[in-house]
């Protein structure tokens, strides 16, 4: 009932600063140091908010907010996006001021664009250094909100020819990070022409998308 609350709370918090839009709340794309490119994929999340609104009645703000990993800002967003090709660097009040964004309600979803691996397993120790990324089994509800993903995460993009996974931090049994390798769910939420992908991995990538948020919004763990 706690975590219930505070996840109320923070989308409460959101929603006053929308309440003119009419919108419930909003997302944000997380901005980091350390030289990786944070800012891409740039039509990604209007897509997806624009996918999420029309098929699971969702009222997102049609645009994302930006938000750095220090601010006192992340506290606003029950969602949070992060991805990029590069290096990431947190320094320790700001892995603090992001892990008590977790423990509170939030939710954290990174995606790596292809290179930013390394870099984000080496970061999110300081976030949470008691916790390992696991993989979440295909059985795990995340995969099986309003679209059933049987196998699992789809795949976008080929990188190393290796399978798409999905890894989680797990904090006293509340999946508070998930973590997508080898997929690229954020190239397949832009416009199309931007990767001309199939029109059906576009539809699965943003489906998937959907999932996430619907996991987070209505998750009781």
Known sequence: MKRIS??????????????????????????????GDWYANKTSLPNLIQFCNRNLNMNIAPEEDVVEVGSPELF???????????NVVFSDA??????????????????????????????????????EFVELPFDHPIYKQKYTFTNGLPKIH???????????????GRLVCFYTYETDLGNGWEDHEVY?????????ALQMGANLLAFVLTRVE
């Open 6 to 35: 505070l996840l109320l709370v923070m989308l409460l918090t959101s929603a006053s600063v929308v309440l003119a839009q009419n919108y419930s709340f909003k997302i944000a794309k997380l901005k980091y140091n350390g030289g």
């Open 76 to 86: 606003s967003y029950p969602f949070v996006h992060m991805t990029g090709h590069g």
């Open 94 to 131: 700001e892995a603090q001021n992001l892990r008590n964004y977790l423990l509170s309600g939030g939710f954290l979803h990174i995606d790596d664009n292809y290179g930013l691996d390394k870099f984000i397993r080496r970061e999110m120790k300081k976030v949470f250094p008691e916790h």
């Open 158 to 172: 080929e990188h190393d020819g290796k399978p798409p996974q999905g890894f989680g931090i797990i904090h006293e």
């Open 196 to 204: 001309n992908d199939p029109i059906e991995k576009h539809e699965q």
